[in-house]
T-cell receptor, first 114, second 110 residues
Framework: DAGITQSPRHKVTETGTPVTLRCHQTENHRYMYWYRQDPGHGLRLIHYSYGVKDTDKGEVSDGYSVSRSKTEDFLLTLESATSSQTSVYFC?????????????FGPGTRLTVT | SQQGEEDPQALSIQEGENATMNCSYKTSINNLQWYRQNSGRGLVHLIL?????REKHSGRLRVTLDTSKKSSSLLITASRAADTASYFC??????????FGKGNQVVVIP
C-alpha cells in the first residue's frame, strides 16, 4: 500500500465522543487526502492537505477537522461523533496534486459510532 | 461537481470473457482515472487518461475517452477470477481534487 498506514484500523465509539484517525506516509508526498466510503455514495472527499499546515475542505467536511503538522502525518478529527459518521475512512497521498496524478490509498479505518 | 457515474453498476461474467464498464461525467475534465478496490482493501490506481487522449492501454486494460460525449469506458480483456473487484472512475479538473463515481462491482466466475 505504497507506504501508507492508517490507525486505528477498526474503532467503535459512542455518540458524542471525540475521535482522531491518523494517516502516516513514508513517501514524502506533498498532498494528502481523507475520504469516506459509504454504500451508494462511492468515495467522498472530506478534507485534503497540500502541504504542512495547508489544508482545505472537501465536499463533506461538516463535523470534521484536520491537522498536518509534519509531512508524514495527516490527522482527521471528529469533534463529537454522530451515527451518520459511521463509515470506512480512507487516506490517500499524491505527489503532484490529484488533478493530474494518481493517488495511493491506505488500507482504511472502519469506524462505527453507536 | 463532476462526479463520475459508472454503468453498469454490477457485472457478472465467466472467466476468459471481456468486461466493459462505462463512466459518464457532467463537466469538463483535465483527466480521468480508473481505480480497483478488492473487498476490504484500499483503492488501487489502474490507469489515467488525459483529456487530449482518446485511448490508452495497460496490459489487459484498455481505456477510451470521448470528451464530446463526456464518457469513458474501461475494458478488461480475458478476465480472471482475480479481477473480481469494484471499479471506480474518477475525474480530475486540473485542481487538487478528484471526484469519484459510485463504483461498479465485477464478479468473474471461474
Amino acid at each position: 500500500d505504497a507506504g501508507i498506514t492508517q490507525s486505528p484500523r477498526h474503532k467503535v465509539t459512542e455518540t458524542g465522543t471525540p475521535v482522531t484517525l491518523r494517516c502516516h506516509q513514508t513517501e514524502n508526498h506533498r498532498y494528502m487526502y481523507w475520504y469516506r466510503q459509504d454504500p451508494g455514495h462511492g468515495l467522498r472527499l472530506i478534507h485534503y492537505s497540500y502541504g504542512v499546515k495547508d489544508t482545505d475542505k472537501g465536499e463533506v467536511s461538516d463535523g470534521y477537522s484536520v491537522s498536518r503538522s509534519k509531512t508524514e502525518d495527516f490527522l482527521l478529527t471528529l469533534e463529537s461523533a454522530t451515527s451518520s459518521q459511521t463509515s470506512v475512512y480512507f487516506c490517500a497521498i499524491s505527489d503532484k496534486g490529484q488533478g493530474a496524478y494518481e493517488q495511493y490509498f491506505g488500507p482504511g479505518t472502519r469506524l462505527t459510532v453507536t | 461537481s463532476q462526479q463520475g457515474e459508472e454503468d453498469p453498476q454490477a457485472l457478472s461474467i465467466q472467466e476468459g470473457e471481456n468486461a466493459t464498464m462505462n463512466c459518464s461525467y457532467k463537466t469538463s475534465i483535465n483527466n480521468l482515472q480508473w481505480y480497483r478496490q478488492n473487498s476490504g482493501r484500499g483503492l488501487v490506481h489502474l490507469i489515467l487518461i488525459r483529456s487530449n487522449e482518446r485511448e490508452k492501454h495497460s496490459g489487459r486494460l484498455r481505456v477510451t475517452l470521448d470528451t464530446s460525449k463526456k464518457s469513458s469506458s474501461l475494458l478488461i480483456t480475458a478476465s480472471r477470477a482475480a479481477d473480481t473487484a469494484s471499479y471506480f472512475c474518477a475525474t480530475g479538473d486540473g485542481n487538487n481534487r478528484l471526484a469519484f463515481g459510485k463504483g461498479n462491482q465485477v464478479v468473474v466466475i471461474p
